[in-house]
Each structure stands twice: as C-alpha cells, then as structure tokens.
C-alpha cells in the first residue's frame, strides 16, 4: 500500500512523550516511522498496558474486606498509594491536544495513546505529505481521516465536552449523533450515507465490534454527496452521462463516471501536496494482468522494493509505486530540516522547554509527555477523558480504563 501521512518526527512519541532537549544526539536524531492513515491508530508504535485481567486488585490477607470491596469497585491499582500528591511539572493541554485525547478515548478507550498521538500528528503534517496509491486505497485514506481531520477542525468544542456523547455531538452538527453499525471491524471510519449534502460517516467506537457513532463530514467545493446503495457513499460532481465500469484516467486524475450525474473525481496532483502527482494505470498485483487507477508521484523511474529514503538538503527523496518523489521538510513547520543520518525530518528542538523522559511519565493519576505541537511538557488527568489512572509497569506510559 502507498505512503499515507507518513510521518518522520524525531525525538518524540507524542501521547507517550518527548525527552528532554538536554539528552544525547543521538537520542534527538531517533525518529519513529509515524501515522498509517489507512488506520490512524499509529503515531506510536509502543504497546498499550492492559488493566488487571479480571479488572479487580487482589486483596491481602490482613486487609479489611470492606476496604477491598471498594478498591476493587473502582479498579485502584496497586502502584497508586492512596497518600500519592501530585506535583506541578506540566502545563493544561491545548485545545487540540485536549480535543484529540479526548476522542481518542471515545473511539477507543483501550487505546487512547495511539489514536491521540496519530491525531496529533495529523495536525501538523495533515497538509504536508503526499498521497499516492490506488482509487481504493485513496477513499479507504480519505475515509480513515475524515474523523481526525474534523476532530482538529472542531477541538474547541470537544475540549469542551464533558464526556464521549458531548464530544461527539460537536461532530454532528451539535445534535445528538446516533449509533451505526459498519460493515466490517477493520474499518476505523466509513461514509455510509448523506445529510443535506454532506457526507454522513460511521465512526468505529469499539474495534472488537462493528459498533460506531455518526459523524457529519462537509463535501469540499462543488461536490455533493450521494449514495450508492446501503453500503457506501461519497462527494461527487454531476457532470456526467455515460457510466464507466471501472475508475480510468483522464487528464492526469482519477476519473470514474459511476452513473448519470454521479460522477467521481480524484486530483492526483492535489493529493500530492505539491510534491508532484498524476494518475497511471498500475498492475494491481493479483498476477493477471489487470491494472488499476491510482496516483504515482512525477519524478524519476526507481525500484520501490530496493530504494532507501536520502536527503536533498531539506528534502527527503522517497520512492512509491516506482517513481521518485521529494518532500520539503521545512514546509512541516518552522525550523525542521532532513536529518542526513537518518533520513528523516526532524524539528529542531532547541527552543523546546520539555523536562519529562523520553516515553512520558505518570504522577498519580496524570500523565506528563513532551507535546509536539507546543514543545513543552504538558499534563494529563486521565479521568477526565473517562479513564483510570496513569500506568507505566508495562514499558508504555499511558492513561488506562
């Protein structure tokens, strides 16, 4: 599959946190591969700790059963003294950092520090990285960040709900969104229907499950959204007759005219943020021959399988679907550059003011990390997402239920 907000950040794991600015360089040049916004549940690769199995804390013999009843009613862990004081390292989180815990706690409670940390990411490099691959990989990208995309553009109001109904009411018009159910428990988020022209999105709220909550998504420009059939919809223009069977390429897009008046229109080199894009038909894969629709970068031919990512002074040289491609680094934002060794865009960390360890810290119920978005230690108090406590015994600092 193509790159989608691939994501090159050094010295950071967001919702885990980033190290001080004081530690080695090595340290600092270290950069985790970032977002799959086929997914959006990347952005950090470490693994989340899972409370207790049965959710209760074994009580010790001498223990008074009453006080253990109640222990266990609240799932206390056994790492949170009742004397524990919280202390002041770490400023309140922005609105977005807020708006995107939050919702990372509503689409997946198990998981927030993933969700939270790709949400972030997407906010900073949202409009920065190119997309390229097949019609099918596009809308299934398109579809996965809608909700982030909407969740960034609506944070003041999420970072002012006090639970997951009030959040996601901001992403429905503010009106109650309803419950919807997707086709398939591998689907983060898919358009399943129109609202007065604007696409209707099911969101997925449980990964075990197909079980999801509406959101509304805004068609861009000219578009509109209709439907086709039960199970898919999407924003199209209605300046066609003659229906084509498959997507096909014409003047350099995506093009498909799925019936009279619904007609689908992907910009390859809009999707390829200026990095150069233009619609080829590519070997599917499948051995037989048949090709497929997709966006391919301009540049020169190159082995996609063999090629290994380099600087061009600011730029990262990258290779997808056989054509080279370059990314400015310093359109990420002010002061990052390619890092020749490890090929990667870094920021520069100099300003920076974090002070907490690489990987987050917890203080009682709060969670401290190095925000990305602000350069500075924030905190977290992790019941006011609707989880627990703060946990660090599994090697992955996050908020648990």
């Known amino acids: 599959m193509a790159r989608k907000l691939i994501v090159m950040v050094a010295a950071c794991a967001l919702i885990a946190g980033c190290g001080s600015k004081n530690k080695n360089e090595g340290d600092a040049d270290a950069a985790p591969d970032g977002v799959d916004a086929a997914d959006m549940t990347e952005g950090v690769d470490e693994p989340v700790v899972d409370p207790v199995e049965d959710g209760t804390v074994?009580?010790?013999?001498?223990?008074?059963?009453?006080?253990?009843a109640v222990e266990d009613a609240v799932d206390a862990p056994p790492d949170h003294p009742d004397d524990c004081v919280t202390g002041d390292v770490g400023a309140a989180p922005s609105d977005l950092t807020d708006a995107c815990v939050r919702m990372a706690a509503c689409v997946?409670?198990?998981?927030?520090?993933?969700?939270?940390?790709?949400?972030?990411?997407?906010?900073?490099?949202?409009?920065?990285?190119?997309?390229?691959?097949?019609?099918?990989?596009?809308?299934v990208a398109d579809g996965a960040n809608m909700m982030w995309a909407e969740v960034i553009a609506n944070a003041s109001c999420i970072a002012a709900a006090s639970d997951c109904d009030g959040a996601f009411a901001c992403l429905?018009?503010?009106?109650?969104?309803?419950?919807?159910?997707?086709?398939?428990?591998?689907?983060?988020?898919?358009?399943?229907g129109c609202s007065s022209g604007d696409l209707t999105v099911c969101v997925n709220v449980d990964p075990t499950t197909t079980g999801g909550r509406e959101i509304i998504v805004p068609c861009p420009g000219t578009t509109s959204c209709a439907s086709l059939g039960t199970a898919f919809a999407g924003c199209f223009t209605s300046d066609c007759t003659t229906a084509d069977s498959d997507p096909l390429c014409r003047s350099g897009n995506i093009d498909q005219c799925i019936a009279s008046g619904t007609h689908l229109t992907i910009d390859c080199d809009a999707l390829a943020m200026g990095a150069g894009g233009v619609c080829e038909m590519v070997d599917d894969g499948t051995g037989t021959g048949t090709t497929v629709a997709s966006?391919?970068?301009?540049?020169?031919?190159?082995?996609s399988s063999s090629y290994t990512d380099s600087c061009s002074g600011d730029d990262i040289m990258r290779c997808e679907l056989g054509h080279e491609y370059a990314t400015d680094c310093t359109d990420v934002a002010s002061g990052w550059t390619c890092n020749s060794s490890s090929n990667e865009c870094v920021p520069d960390i100099s300003s920076w003011t974090c002070t907490v360890t690489e990987g987050g810290e917890c203080d009682c119920e709060d969670l401290l990390f190095c925000d990305i978005t602000a350069g500075a230690d924030v905190r977290l108090h992790c019941p006011d997402y609707g989880l627990g406590w703060c946990d660090d015994t599994g090697g992955a600092t996050t908020c648990i239920p």
Do not use: F, K, M
Request: glycine share 10%.
């Open 58 to 68: 074994e009580p010790d013999g001498d223990e008074d059963p009453v006080e253990d």
């Open 108 to 139: 997946d409670p198990r998981n927030p520090r993933d969700n939270a940390g790709g949400c972030l990411l997407i906010s900073l490099l949202g409009d920065w990285q190119p997309l390229y691959g097949d019609w099918r990989e596009i809308l």
């Open 172 to 192: 429905h018009g503010g009106t109650t969104s309803p419950t919807c159910t997707l086709t398939s428990a591998d689907l983060s988020a898919w358009p399943i």
């Open 295 to 303: 966006c391919v970068p301009t540049g020169s031919a190159c082995d």
